[in-house]
């Protein structure tokens, strides 16, 4: 299989397609990225190359030793003498760049760090415009092999886009590392055309590299018209990304809150990096991955975790990230629609264990999706007495609503004395003279109902002011729900969305997202 790699091709090697496809996604939108990893894993000759390729004006700043005075030049002292603030450019001064590389930002001191900060968020310095179209950054892991490593200011952390982690020679398969060792670039052997100035000793020549900035000048414009089209095929990429924010801050207790910020980065790196993958697949040949997949890559690199080696656990932060987005992922499958993940969203949002109930035993649901569910419900400290006895009848006569593996677990959750009137919290103040009204409640029928009622009265009693036609409210939805429970009962599956579906949900397989 042909090797489709553009940065191969520049002598950036063990990069995969993926890592490409994110860097290019930066290249055309202009959001910030962050390289981290080890000293030796060739990030600044990455940035360098392909600013070379491109045939942009670029420098690289290293921030452990970079005094401002270099980034912004020296004041012009005739222009203060009129009243004008001006600064003397030179062949380092930032106002000319179009591309530049931060390198070592978290060895930057903080104040440091923080006039840096303008750059990277608005291209500009000391409120002046600038040329700089890309910001790119270099970081190493902050670890105590690294000596000076700096912990980075979260605004500054917040401020890029993508987080990339290039590879060290030893997590590359052997080709290419033995095409790294090989490698001659830049300062490598500098003294060779000394002694013979007829020798080719650079491993990628000046023509190889115009080839392949103009390849890539041609990729990313069919990319941008791709966005365009993308932006109008998945309308409900940000409904999504707003779903998939709730569900990863529950899911890691709050760990990990995507800011406005971050989830716009996300948004626009999704659509990109989608735009880059079927540019390549158009221009190169090479067949896009799949939609969820690929998905799932950019949104973990958009998201910064253990920068600052806070103690967090990243790997496991990672997982749990990882599940919230394969709970969803049929978002990004061919035919795949909101409404889809609108059911998923309630089912592990909703706080009304009837409707739980409804969706997890009425939906058309994955293996993923109900053993997550049902796993959380068996594991939670809330009594899930009704929603496990409804459950456990329908599977008697309808198996296969609940994971085999877990009916005995399920089972286990049924608590009897939740059925009986003392098992509900006592009424206080003026509520005391609504306990008759709210007893009636428990004359029900048959169990079932008897079931929902105590779970309304439960809900009833914790009110701070309970009134007569708040009970007759819960009884029309003890006969509603009960109605709706033996449905499901009957065997009746439906596919449930419990909000308003918004104009234009869903996104229909024009093309654009095939693959």
């Known amino acids: ?91 380092v001064t930032v106002w000319d760049k179009e591309f530049v590389l931060i390198d070592e930002i978290n060895r930057a001191v903080p104040e440091l760090q ?25 970081m190493n892991p902050l670890q105590s092999r690294y000596n000076g490593t700096q912990q980075m200011d979260a605004a500054l952390i917040g401020r890029y886009a993508t987080f990339l ?33 007829e020798a080719k000793i650079k491993t990628v020549d000046a023509e190889e590299t115009v080839e392949v900035g103009y390849q890539i000048k041609v990729l990313l414009a069919r990319a941008a018209r791709f966005f365009q089209s993308l932006k109008a095929d998945l309308s409900t990429l940000g409904e999504f990304l707003s779903r998939l924010a709730v569900l990863v801050m529950k899911e890691t207790d709050g760990e990990v809150k995507l800011d406005g910020r971050r989830l716009g980065f996300i948004y626009r790196n999704l659509l990109a990096n989608r735009s880059v993958e079927l540019a390549r697949e158009a221009l190169l040949g090479e067949a896009a991955p799949a939609f969820s997949k690929s998905a799932k890559c950019v949104i973990l690199s958009s998201i910064p975790m253990g920068l600052n080696d806070e103690g967090i656990n990243r790997e496991e932060l990672l997982h749990q990230m990882e599940v919230c987005i394969d709970l969803l992922a049929d978002y990004f499958a061919d035919g795949g629609t909101f409404g889809r993940v609108e059911t998923i969203y309630r089912l592990f949002t909703t706080t009304d264990l009837f409707e739980k109930a409804e969706i997890l035993l009425g939906s058309d649901l994955s293996e993923m999706v109900k053993l997550k569910a049902w796993n959380d419900l068996c594991d939670t400290a809330e ?133």
């Open 1 to 91: 299989m042909k090797d489709t790699r553009l940065f191969e091709r520049l002598g950036i090697h063990g990069w995969s397609l993926a890592d490409e496809n994110l860097a290019l996604a930066s290249l055309l939108t202009g959001d910030p990225l962050l390289m981290v990893g080890a000293h030796g894993a060739a990030k600044t000759h990455a940035a360098a190359k392909v600013a070379q390729a491109l045939g942009v004006r670029f420098m690289a700043y290293d921030a452990s030793k970079a005094l401002f005075e270099d980034v912004l030049g020296f004041p012009n002292v005739e222009s203060l003498k009129q009243g004008k603030v001006e600064y003397v450019q030179s062949a």
């Open 114 to 138: 923080a006039k840096w900060l303008e750059i990277i968020r608005s291209r500009k310095i000391m409120g002046f415009e600038t040329e700089v179209n890309w910001v790119w950054s270099a």
């Open 165 to 197: 982690y290039p590879p060290e020679a030893l997590d590359m398969d052997e080709d290419d590392r033995i095409k790294v060792l090989r490698h001659i670039n830049g300062d490598d052997a500098p003294s060779i055309g000394v002694w013979n100035p």
């Open 383 to 515: 009594n899930i007495t009704p929603l496990a006895y409804i459950a456990l009848r329908i599977e008697s006569a309808h198996p296969g609503r609940i994971p085999t593996e877990l009916l005995e677990k399920v089972g286990g959750r049924i608590d009897l004395q939740c059925l009986e009137s003392d098992s509900i919290r006592g009424l206080t103040g003026e509520n005391i003279e609504r306990l008759d009204e709210l007893e009636t409640l428990f004359t029900q029928p048959d169990d079932l109902r008897r079931i929902i009622a105590f779970q309304e009265a439960r809900i009833l009693a914790v009110r701070a002011a309970l009134s007569s036609a708040d009970i007759k409210s819960a009884a029309c939805r003890i006969m509603s729900t009960a109605h709706r429970i033996e449905a499901l009962m009957k065997g009746e599956t439906h596919e449930t969305v419990w909000s308003e579906n918004p104009a234009g949900a869903g996104h229909e397989d024009s093309g654009v997202l095939a693959a």
